[in-house]
């Protein structure tokens, strides 16, 4: 039977000052998604945190939050003149009644418009909304675009990524597999090439890849997961810092790479092109998986 979402209470909590919503299921697990950067801060499923959130993460509603599953929009990394990964991380959304739909118990709707803000670095009429659906031991999150130009107005295009860290127990035994025969592109050595057999870590990692038609799995105990994405996101990236750049980077403690994957859905190769009128969705997706 299916659950009353009035049941699974969903509310406005903060975090370090950051006005949140708490998702929650009738069978425990729950989400907290920050209305700074629409961005999912944690989900916890079967008992477990299954996101990695730095605890150096600066949360002061201005600053890029470290971990979670942020969402890099309009542009993904330096790929473009904006700002690293577009401004949507950087901005507070703002919260819109959401349907909920197929096995979701609970779900939050987060909208973000064209604004002098977003104007200042992209011209462009935008409406934008991050939706986050918590089920039993699942979690989808889904990005969808709207060009709100009038008939007159110029087609634009976007990249983006769900950018999300998942937490791991250690980055150097963990694997991911359902990457095979991939096209990928090495972004530390500038080199293409296929992804043959598992994805294995012993050091810095960043790789985009052509996104497999099945879905990934996360090997790491516990923290043992699939993951699958919209087919209109046709990339996949696997970034971890290592040592080195971790120990680089403020917001995350020197070892902090250890316990965090990203794992990306995303759409980077081919721009989205949207003409006035025109709207584009993309998801991913995380089920538990029972441990090894
Ligand atoms: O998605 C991987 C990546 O683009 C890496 O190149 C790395 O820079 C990472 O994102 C994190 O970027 P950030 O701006 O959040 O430090």
Redesign the pocket.
């Known amino acids: 039977m299916r659950p009353d979402p009035a049941v699974a209470a969903s509310g406005l909590e903060t975090l370090q000052g950051q006005p949140c919503i708490r998702l929650n299921t009738v069978h425990g697990d729950s989400a907290l998604v920050a209305l700074h950067g629409a961005q999912v801060l944690s989900w916890v499923a079967g008992g477990r945190e299954r996101l990695y959130l730095s605890p150096r993460a600066v949360l002061d509603g201005q600053s ?1 939050i ?1 971990g979670g599953i ?1 969402l ?1 929009f309009p542009q ?2 330096q790929r473009g003149p904006l700002p ?2 577009g401004f949507a ?1 950087n901005l507070a959304w703002l919260r819109v009644p959401a349907s909920t739909e197929g096995d979701a118990q609970s779900t939050v709707c987060l909208a973000l418009t064209d604004s002098d803000a977003t104007r200042a670095w992209w011209p462009e009429r935008f409406a934008a909304r991050l939706t986050v659906a918590l089920g039993a031991g699942s979690l989808r999150v889904q990005l969808a675009v709207h060009n709100t130009g009038s008939a007159d107005d110029r087609a634009w295009s976007f990249t983006t ?1 769900l ?1 999300t860290y998942l937490r791991v127990e250690d980055v150097e035994r963990a694997e991911l597999s359902g990457l095979d025969g991939c096209a990928r592109w090495d ?1 530390l050595a500038d080199a293409h090439g296929v992804q043959q057999g598992p994805v294995t870590f012993a050091g810095e990692y ?1 790789r985009v890849f052509s996104a497999p038609a099945g879905a990934i799995h996360l090997h790491a105990g516990a923290h043992s997961l699939q993951i699958t994405q919209s087919t209109s996101l046709s990339n996949t ?1 696997v ?1 971890n ?1 290592g040592a080195a750049l971790c120990a680089r ?1 403020a917001d995350l403690p020197p070892d902090g790479y250890r316990s965090m994957l ?1 794992v ?1 859905a ?1 759409q980077i190769d081919q721009p989205v092109a949207l003409a006035p009128g025109q709207q584009w969705q993309g998801w991913q997706q995380f089920n538990l998986l029972p441990a090894l």
């Open positions: 890029a470290r942020p890099c993904f990394n690293k990964h991380r990524a950018h972004a960043d990236v970034w810092p980077l990203c990306e995303a």
